[in-house]
């Protein structure tokens, strides 16, 4: 047997809907982020989760490097934050964090004060697959704000979703 093509692969990945996420490292090798939707639950014993970044992306060995790493879940009035951190913009890594939205937790990773959750970690194993290292992250801390509209990216473009209750 053998895989489905690329394209076609991409095609049924636009039918799966996803959390919008900026992921972002700070330490020794620098600081910066990137969007991710390729983020997901591993285990609650210990608490972990995956991250998907491209290999050959410029941030990736800085994130190995600094071996931790927060996600940032994106509220839907934060939709400005994954065009930015998708490099969508002109502005240089160093600015995307100017504003006063910033602080952190455990790892001294940058944290998005108004993110639906912050999950800040630490690497603990990273597997390199096909165009991707899949990074296993131990969580150390959590930040949950108050509900409100989540971002999901569905069909090639980005969809709001109401809060429970809404």
Same mark, same amino acid.
């Given at each position: 047997m053998s895989p489905v093509g690329k394209q076609q692969f991409r095609d049924g990945m636009a039918?799966? @809907? *996803?959390?919008?996420? +900026?992921?972002?490292?700070?330490?020794?090798?620098?600081? %910066?982020?990137?969007? =991710? @939707? *390729?983020?997901?639950? +591993?285990?609650?014993?210990?608490?972990?989760?995956?991250? %998907?970044?491209?290999? =050959? @992306? *410029?941030m990736n060995p800085v994130f190995k490097q600094n071996a931790v790493l927060c996600i940032n879940t994106l509220s839907a009035e934060q939709q400005h934050y994954s065009a930015l951190f998708a490099g969508q913009t002109d502005v240089a890594m160093a600015e995307r964090f100017d504003d006063e939205a910033w602080t952190v937790l455990q790892t001294g990773s940058p944290v998005l004060e108004n993110a639906l959750v912050s999950f800040d970690c630490?690497?603990?194993?990273?597997?390199?697959?096909?165009?991707?290292?899949?990074?296993?992250?131990?969580?150390?801390?959590?930040?949950?704000?108050?509900?409100?509209?989540?971002?999901?990216?569905?069909?090639?473009?980005?969809?709001?979703?109401?809060?429970?209750?809404?």
């Open positions: 039918r799966l @809907s *996803a959390a919008v996420n +900026v992921v972002t490292t700070a330490g020794p090798a620098g600081r %910066c982020g990137f969007t =991710a @939707s *390729a983020v997901c639950s +591993v285990s609650d014993e210990p608490p972990t989760l995956l991250v %998907c970044m491209n290999r =050959a @992306s *410029a630490q690497i603990a194993d990273i597997k390199e697959i096909g165009s991707h290292s899949v990074m296993f992250c131990t969580v150390l801390g959590v930040a949950v704000r108050q509900s409100r509209e989540g971002l999901v990216y569905f069909d090639r473009g980005y969809r709001m979703v109401p809060a429970a209750g809404s």
